[in-house]
């Protein structure tokens, strides 16, 4: 058995061995439990050794395993830690996975301003970046979704969700009128919301007269819609905290008073990675997004009232 394989096999069946299951360990792995298994198979085929006994409450040592598994947990346990000390040395980077529209038009345009305040400090958002692809966690995770309670965790803001169009469709849309003739653009990014984010319930709560609101164009991306809204295609949704830059110059507009909206009941939250103590720089850059974030609801509650 070649190096690179037989050592993937060891990590397979120590992570098995840790957590008990396939499952687990293959979610650590990032691969699937029947990949595990055949990892943890081909050694056993290679040492004509069982070294797993599987059964309906998960996988524990076999006879065989025994005198190396003490021996395979702590060479695990060396290999993690040399793999964090030499993190460290990475020092300088900061690599982010956030929802494609977060980053394209709320993150990425404020990124550059702590950038320019911290030019040593290499960003990979996405994997697209100053910073140089790495294998393995990234140090923030940004999603849409439920608050999560835990102190590696940070809510940045709630939206507030209220139609857009373009500027020529401004001018001949109103609550009285209603939206005949003007196609609804559905964002599936604000679905699971508890909050309502579709365009049956806004209709239903404003009293627009607006037959089949829920048929239209569905669009997974936010930027595909503001595209659509831009080119006169549509009126859609949207949560003002990511179309403010948009607004601004005209190429979209609000076509109802902001009272029509309503907040989201997810928010846009941030989680780091749990070793992020004592690295200056990534501590700096989550002080910086919470303050930036900070700015964002501030401002919200300012246009909202």
């Known amino acids: 058995m070649a190096a690179p394989i ?17 499952a687990l360990a293959a979610a650590d792995l990032g691969v699937t439990p029947a990949a595990v298994g055949q990892r943890v198979k081909a050694l056993e085929d290679y040492l004509g050794v069982e070294l797993l006994l599987r059964g309906r409450a998960g996988v524990r040592p076999a006879p065989g395993l025994a005198a190396a598994l003490p021996h395979l947990h702590r060479a695990f346990e060396a290999l993690e830690t040399t793999a964090h000390e030499l993190e460290l ?16 038009l709320w993150l990425n345009p404020r990124l550059e301003r702590f950038k ?13 970046g100053d910073a140089p692809r790495r294998l393995g966690g990234v140090d923030c995770e940004i999603s849409f979704g439920a608050a999560r309670e835990d102190t590696l965790s940070d809510l940045l803001f709630h939206d507030y969700v209220l139609p857009i169009a373009s500027r020529e469709n ?86 109802y008073p902001v009272a029509v909206g309503r907040w989201s009941q997810f928010g846009f939250n941030a989680r780091f990675r749990t070793d992020i103590e004592g690295r200056r720089h990534i501590e700096r850059f989550r002080a910086w997004l919470v303050e930036e974030g900070r700015a964002t609801a501030a401002s919200l509650a300012a246009l909202v009232g």
Not at 197 to 209: G, R
């Open 170 to 255: 401004v001018e001949r849309v109103s609550l009285t009128a209603g939206l005949e003739g003007f196609p609804l653009l559905h964002l599936d990014f604000y679905k699971d919301d508890p909050a309502g984010l579709s365009w049956p319930e806004w209709v239903e709560a404003n009293a627009v007269a607006r037959p089949a609101p829920e048929r239209g164009m569905r669009f997974q991306r936010i930027s595909a819609a503001l595209d659509a809204v831009a080119a006169h295609a549509g009126v859609t949704l949207c949560g003002l905290a990511l179309i403010q830059e948009k607004l601004e110059t005209g190429l979209i507009a609000l076509p």
């Open 6 to 22: 037989f050592l993937r096999s060891l990590q397979a069946l120590e992570l098995a061995v840790r957590h008990g299951s396939f």
């Open 89 to 104: 040395q990475r020092g300088r980077e900061i690599h982010i996975a956030a929802a494609s529209d977060f980053a394209e």
């Open 116 to 128: 320019a305040a911290h030019p040593n400090i290499l960003f990979s958002v996405n994997g697209e």
